[in-house]
């Protein structure tokens, strides 16, 4: 299998939605500072999210019946990187916006879907992801956290950890284990619930960060009930549903634009001779960013086409982090002062912010190693 990244034009038709876009985000966060900025997709407003559900930019290609606008994946990538170029505040939408709503509209019941996918789109619902357990590593298959019949339902107990915003966000998707453990296969006997956050036994614990920040958190359930009408799919498809829901959640600009709002800054304060370093490093940046952006745009229209990407996506979140992360490094190796005017020092803070964040960019939607070994097999390499 070779890997398949066609060359992708945005439709002409969008550069009016693009127009509407930077006119609200000059409105809304003109005056946010850049390290606050530089929070990209970690950044939390719940008004801005629901200002941009007003709008009709959360859940832009579901169906009009769920609260969406039926427009093209092509349409939804234009609002989604003009959001993270600015540095807007996201997150609280994020997940529900790429993949949750997604997700549900593919694999939940009518029921369901009437429940909460509309609620979605008006930016006032939030979810968050349960799979990653503790001392699991990056083997998420096997994972614990099991889902025993009751009447009515499910009783779950286990644990989910590095899960984002679980604190703040109202319900999670969580893959669990409904049948015992198949010795062949791990895989198997996995299922996907829909979990209300406020249920009785769930208790949440936020871990801070080295930047002092509680973006992840560790998810706690005792014997928690969730109803069958909040089972995804089918029961024991879960494993499969959740590797084409990793092709949403891998591919997207997030995974090559959380460091931009430095990239702008170091462009917008250079002065008329910057030296020769600095001058390499901005072409290289330049000359990756164009790449990655054609490779995600790439994976967006084989997603409006209903495929799953799965390899390209992978390839698409580990060459994204690995140039985000060098754009915070190489710059703190090459800084030197004589390269910018005196607006070039309000660098200094969004530089000191991604130094300590960046490391997590490998981490978040699967770690480096993870992926490249998605990628060998998939190229038929192991």
């Known amino acids: ?39 990209s997709w970690s950044g939390w407003d719940d008004a801005l999210s ?48 790429r993949q949750s709503g997604a997700l549900i509209l593919k694999f939940g019941s009518d029921d369901l879907k009437r429940e909460l996918v509309p609620q979605i ?25 099991r889902a025993e019949r009751v009447d009515g339902g499910w009783s779950v107990s286990g644990s989910k950890i590095w899960t984002t915003f679980a604190d703040k966000s109202q319900f999670m998707i969580a893959l669990v284990r409904t049948a015992q453990q198949d010795a062949r296969s791990s895989r198997d006997g996995l299922s996907q619930l829909v979990v209300d956050l406020s249920s009785e036994g769930v ?19 005792d014997s928690v009930f969730v109803p069958d009408r909040m089972l995804l799919g089918e029961e024991g498809q879960g494993w499969a549903q959740v590797t084409a829901e990793l092709a949403l959640e891998r591919s997207g600009p997030e995974r090559f634009l959380s460091s931009h709002v430095l990239l702008e800054l170091v462009c917008e304060t250079l002065n008329e001779q910057p030296d020769d370093a600095m001058l390499a490093l901005l072409g290289e940046w330049a000359a990756e960013l164009w790449v990655l952006r054609q490779m995600s745009l790439s994976v967006a229209s084989r997603l409006e086409r209903g495929e799953a990407p799965m390899l390209e996506a992978a390839i698409v979140k580990d060459l994204g982090a690995r140039y985000e992360q060098s754009i915070a490094r190489d710059l703190s190796g090459a800084f030197t002062a ?44 192991r």
């Open 338 to 381: 004589s390269s910018f005017s005196d607006a070039g020092a309000g660098i200094e803070p969004v530089l000191t912010y991604l130094v300590a964040s960046s490391p997590c960019f490998s981490l978040r939607g699967g770690t480096r190693e993870i992926l490249r070994g998605i990628i060998a097999r998939e190229l038929g390499l």
């Open 203 to 221: 208790t949440i614990r936020p871990i801070e960060d080295q930047t002092g920040a509680a973006h992840f958190c560790e998810v706690f359930f």
């Open 50 to 97: 629901a200002d941009m559900g007003a709008r009709g930019w959360i859940g832009m290609t579901w169906p009009t019946a769920f609260g969406g606008q039926a427009a093209s994946q092509l349409e939804r990538y234009t609002v989604a990187e003009e959001m993270l170029a600015a540095g807007a505040p996201v997150a609280a939408h994020w997940i529900a916006d």
């Open 1 to 39: 299998m070779n890997a398949q990244f066609e060359p992708i034009r945005t439709a002409s038709g969008t550069s009016a939605l693009r127009a509407d876009v930077r006119a609200f985000l000059s409105e809304r966060i003109g005056e946010l500072p850049p390290e606050i900025r530089a929070q």
């Open 121 to 145: 789109a008006t930016g006032k619902l939030f979810f968050c992801i349960g799979m990653s357990e503790p001392n699991s590593g990056s083997d998420l298959a096997s994972l614990r956290t």
